[in-house]
């Protein structure tokens, strides 16, 4: 059993840095991974990799800061 099974996280920032570190930690720890952020070519190389470690992520591109 994992730890965030049953679990949705938004993860505003997810492309890249500190957000993307805890897309991949949260994803591999069962939760279902929102990703948000600026740089859709960032958000999707991420989404990416999470997919492709057999996890669950989708995303969105968006501006928070407003």
Request: proline share 2%; aromatic share 8%.
């Amino acid at each position: 059993m994992y730890r965030f099974s049953d679990c949705h996280v938004v993860v505003p920032g997810g492309g890249s840095g500190i957000g993307k570190a805890i897309a991949l930690r949260l994803s591999s720890e069962g939760a279902l991974v929102t990703l948000l952020g600026r740089n859709v070519d960032k958000l999707v190389k991420t989404q990416k990799e999470i997919s492709m470690a057999g996890w669950n992520a989708s995303y969105f591109q968006c501006d928070i800061r407003n």
